[in-house]
């Protein structure tokens, strides 16, 4: 018998179940890729009041 290996996605607009480890492997290493790119957030309030200031 096979282990199941499964998640569940969602957003606002859809969900997705993924069933097949290979997936599930791929997305989660989207989702670490994403997460090291990402500012931390004290740069990313940095960032947004910088861009507030040169809207003004």
């Not at 996605?9 to 989207?30: C, H, I, K, N, P």
Request: proline share 2%; charged share 25%; net charge negative.
């Amino acid at each position: 018998m096979q282990d199941r290996v499964g998640d569940h996605l969602t957003d606002e607009q859809f969900g997705l179940y993924l069933e097949d480890a290979a997936d599930v492997r791929r997305y989660v290493s989207v989702f670490d890729y994403l997460r090291a790119a990402a500012l931390s957030p004290a740069d990313t309030a940095t960032m947004l009041m910088d861009t507030q200031n040169n809207l003004a």
